[in-house]
């Protein structure tokens, strides 16, 4: 298995955690990532609010380099592939509006064709890999481990363009969480937005989201949230303290990236999975759940 | 005391524009009153489009021959002063809709764009796509919401109010905490809608048309016109009465029977599909009766088929009704024919109104317009497209009407208004505590099918006989009902109780119509009478409720100014 | 024998409970079908808003297992398979009033959408004696925001509304304020907009909910883009929203990706940025979760990139 890998800014920074365990939990599975040379950023949901042209034209450019590679692209982050993939569906449909984008990628040599499909990890792991397969390859199941699963939006609305699985009650992620000996427990936010994309302009309200969240996995009794997007795991992170200024109740519960979760069943140590990076420090929980 | 110049009750098309032009004069205070939110009016439900002389898409049409059109459609029991200013005005209102900015297709020449219609001699029908009543209704809501309309949305008509043979006010009750108020009013303007639902789920119809304000001004002495005559839309869908609109045909939709044969052929040989309403319905039902229709009985349907539209077309001028296709009978109209069949949809008669341009009833102070009322503009077949138009325009003349009206009336005594407002109160005291009794919902399904079996598509004596006795039942019986809600804040359940006591009363003014016109006639067509009999019943029915309950029949002349009866002929 | 189980949240105005009803399934039946069974057959106590059966009103709005439908156009057998049970929660729709039961109250919606002034301010070209010229292209750009049935599931979905205190704008009312911008016929397409943005248009947090629940399948989200756009077109350029924008917009430009160092900088400003970000950024210092001195290098393929920008341009042009 082979993929043009796209891994989002993100990934090169603030969760350089998603990056590490990423490769790590690749290349124990044997799927080749190959970086895409020179991506760009998806735009984030944000420059089709000055341009919409323009962040079309700039993911055209990002499909026709994993074209290049002739492999599906792959991601690990909701919004890219979200954005990523609003792009393909965009040309794919209308003809007019490919010739136009392709007239400005020929300038750097490129063309889009519509040859690779995009896709997530988390899609690959099921479609692609195969949940058996990936059992096989468990070596410490995660008995005992009560994992919250956080979809974030993008990786399943809006469904038109997403489509994978139902979006009114995906399972992809308590397949595999379920695949690697975790127990999943049901949770009202399950489904919820992260709010990360409006973190500066609307503060209060995403913080009440994060404190939502949070509690909402607490309730269910969860030990830690997973999530397949380095978005909604900053948000749930990275803001948890200052969202904590608003509640008495405390909402700490650790937020893990889905590769750091496959990693720690496939036998690495949360150190290895970089998952003392996080603001909320999970080691302490994973050791008294998994001993590990 | 709540009291207004002017009164509008029901904001749909009809309401809404009388309330837009009552309100034009800043000196008057109007109130617009509507059981549901104004959006959700039935309006909203007209599809295909809205009839006026533009000329754009055929530069020989004209007033004179939508005025033509209209007669003939309605069998020539239309009033032509009715019809001919109907006629001479739409074009002016379209581009009044225009200016409010309804978005209508529009052709190549940046023109409202327009579409052929069952029973027109030209292509005079403004469009929307196919949501032409949705993006008007709203548009009109807008320019409301602009004006400042005093809107009391989720407040019911329960009756209006005349002391000493006047007028003075209405009887209203707001639903959402369930108080029941007098209003005292100068002027009022009755828009309720049609009263459908007498054939219950047989029926394109929305849940709330019940004629309220229709039965509200037959209970105190005003007649009810014309209501024998009940359009059944030939294209209904077949398992659940939903329309499907007028437009399939307009865009060349074939219709086909089991055989897969054009039936049109045998009654209209020349329009074919685009025959009106009334003689498409029945040539429906005789191909079903006579063994050419699919399935059995009540299932019994035939085929719509647009196919042979193409992809783009069906997409460019129907994609709502394609989706309703797909979505409430599983046929996705690119791929296969849709099982239709005849649906109750639209009631030509209703209020007696006396004056076309003022639409002012025999009652001073008491207006009415759009399928609530009877100007007679349809006579005894409505032609498709000329529904919203009637809304618009007679909405628009009904709301000058009754600004002019509350000129020149000041208020009225209180005393019978809070007399009203009292029995009322009682009334639902009682209701909303009793017990036990007959059961409303059973009540009102045995109305809906007699009505359907004996009072349909086509009629005879005997079976509307029996229709007549079990209405009579059904209206005593209904004397000892109970709800089963004791609940004062919003009560649906008294609600729709006050509902199916005005379908019964207004029920049995169709089956008593119906019963005495000796003729077929538009879309009252009786195996046992079945021609034309000028020399008879070329005149309007007049039913009158009298002080003891009683109904009394009385037949007034059609205004005939141009046109003399001939043979209809599609 | 198969039945539904319905688990229906009741309100009378002030006592609050949920109550059971059980009947037998049928097969291809709607969700209306099934309140109205229930209130004809089974409790005419329990109230809710239908009217046309066929989508074209919006009354019958409802919330299911936590998800909003148009109940006369929800097949149940949808609503079962994706739950993959026949016991269904039912609510009123969220951010609403409750009056009774599944009924809610639209009278406040409607004085925050004047708002927008949701009605056409007509150009001089136009009259009311003579209406107006629109060419087909220019109607199809308002042909599907007019598609809009006021049913308020997306108001329901809002995933900002679901926190916000009340003056974030429902997406509907946002539709409206783009409906009436869009329309050639409209002169004043700004009187419209200035409002949207005056009331927090850049807190969408870009749930996708609205777009995915919308039972006419309006594109909401790209006309909230759009709306930024123009409120940015119109000289509103210096708020954090368009801030944030931009600063994605010029790092793609400069460098092919975002420097996440420097974005609240260039959305808040350094002096809110040190006022309120230095624990956060300190946090992730310390954490080795960011490196300031990490600044990213550029792209293979910037010259391209800035090639598209150029081009891009010149066709938004």
Known sequence: ?292 | MLAYDVVVVGAGGAGMMAALSASEDESLKVACISKIFPTRSHTGAAQGGINAAMGYRDSTDSPEKHFKDTVKGSDFLADQDAVEFFTTKMPEVISELDYYGVPFSRDGNGNIAQRPFGGASSPRTCYSADKTGHVILHSIYEQCLKKEVDFFDEWFLLSLVVEDSSFTGLVVMNIKTGEIVPIKAKSVVIATGGFGRIYWNRTTNALNMTGDGTAACFNIGIPLKDPEFVQFHPTGLASTGVLLSEACRGEGGYLLNKDGERFMARYAPEKMELGPRDLVSRSIETEIKEGRGFGEGMDSYVLMDLRHLGKKKIMERLPQVRELAMEFEGVDMLEEPVPIRPSCHYMMGGIHVINPETLSTQIEGIHAAGECACVSLHGANRLGGNSVADVVLFGKYAGIGARETAHRRSYGSETKLNQEAQVWNKKFETIRNKKTGKNIVDIRNKMAQTMWDNVGIFRKEEEMATALKEINQLIKDYKDTYIGDPAVRYNMAFVNYVEIGNLLDLAKGVVMAALNRKESRGSHSRGDYQTRDDANFLAHTLVHKRENDDYELEYIQVKITKYQPEERKY | ?317
């Not at chain 3, 039946?29 to 329990?46: F, G, R, S, Y």
Request: hydrophobic fraction near 35%; aromatic fraction near 8%.
């Open chain 3, 1 to 317: 024998m198969e039945k539904f189980i319905f688990r229906i949240h009741r309100y009378d105005g002030t006592t609050k409970w949920v109550q059971e009803y059980q009947f037998p399934y049928e097969e291809n039946k709607t969700v209306l079908w099934a309140l109205t069974k229930i209130k004809d057959e089974i409790d005419p106590t329990l109230n809710f808003t239908s009217a046309c059966r066929h989508a074209i009103c919006g009354s019958c709005g409802v919330r299911i297992n936590g998800t909003s439908y148009l109940g006369c156009k929800t097949p149940l057998d949808e609503i079962i398979e994706t739950f993959d049970s026949k016991m269904l929660t039912f609510e009123p729709l969220k951010n609403y009033d409750v009056i009774r039961d599944l009924v809610i109250d639209w009278k406040p919606k409607m004085k925050k959408l004047k708002l927008v002034k949701p009605w056409l301010i007509p150009t001089e070209e136009g009259s009311v004696e003579k209406g107006f010229k629109q060419t087909e292209q220019e109607f199809s750009k308002i042909a599907s925001p007019t598609d809009c049935i006021l049913c308020g599931v997306c108001t329901s979905e809002c995933g900002q509304l679901n926190v916000n205190d009340g003056v974030y704008l429902d997406p509907f009312i946002l539709n409206k304020a783009y409906r009436f911008a869009l329309d050639s016929r409209d002169g004043s397409s700004n009187e419209h907009i200035q409002p949207v943005l005056d009331n927090e248009l850049w807190k969408c947090i870009h749930c996708m909910q609205c777009v995915t629940n919308c039972p006419k399948g309006i594109p909401l989200t790209d006309q909230i883009a759009y709306l930024r756009k123009t409120t940015m077109k119109m000289g509103a350029k210096d708020n954090q929203g368009a801030r944030h924008a931009y600063a994605f917009y010029d790092d793609v430009k400069k460098v092919g990706r975002l420097n996440e160092m420097m974005l609240p900088i260039k959305t808040d400003g350094m002096v809110k940025t040190i006022g309120k970000r230095v624990p956060m950024a300190a946090r992730m210092v310390y954490k080795g979760k960011i490196n300031p001195l990490h600044m990213p290098k550029k792209v293979n393929g910037i010259e391209g990139i800035r090639k598209i920008y150029k081009y891009a341009q010149e066709v938004s042009k």
């Open chain 1, 1 to 292: 298995m082979r993929y043009g890998f796209f891994p989002g800014c993100t990934l090169e920074s603030a969760a350089g955690e998603l990056m590490i365990s990423t490769k790590k939990v690749a290349s124990a599975l044997g799927i080749e990532l190959i970086e895409l040379d020179g991506w760009t950023c998806c735009g984030a949901s944000h420059i089709q609010d000055v341009d919409e042209f323009l962040a079309t034209s700039v993911n055209a450019r990002n499909l026709a380099l994993a074209e290049k590679l002739d492999a599906p692209l792959m991601t690990v982050c909701n919004t890219c592939t979200l954005m990523l993939r609003t792009t393909k569906k965009d040309l794919d449909e209308d003809p007019e509006l490919k010739k136009k984008v392709n007239k400005g990628l020929r300038e750097s040599g490129l063309e889009y064709k519509g040859t690779s499909e995009v896709t997530h990890l988390l899609w690959a792991l099921i479609q692609d890999y195969g949940i058996e397969n990936l059992k096989k390859l468990v070596k410490k199941p995660l008995t005992g481990l009560k994992v919250a699963n956080f979809y974030g939006c993008h990786i399943v609305r809006p469904p038109q363009i997403m489509g994978f699985e139902n979006h009114r009650n995906p399972r992809s992620m308590e397949m595999i969480a379920e695949a690697l000996g975790a127990e999943c427990v049901d949770f009202d936010q399950r489904l919820a937005c992260c709010g990360f994309h409006a973190v500066f302009p609307a503060e209060k309200e995403v913080l009440k989201l994060t404190a939502t969240n949070c509690i909402s996995s607490k309730m269910a009794g969860a030990d830690c949230m997973v999530t397949p997007c380095p978005l909604c795991q900053m948000q749930l992170d990275m803001y948890q303290p200052d969202a904590q200024k608003g509640y008495s109740a405390d909402i700490e519960i650790p937020i893990l990236h889905l590769p750091q979760l496959i990693g720690l069943a496939l036998g690495y140590s949360p150190e290895e999975l970089a998952i003392n990076r996080h603001i909320v420090n999970a080691v302490p929980k994973l050791k008294e759940s998994l001993g590990v």
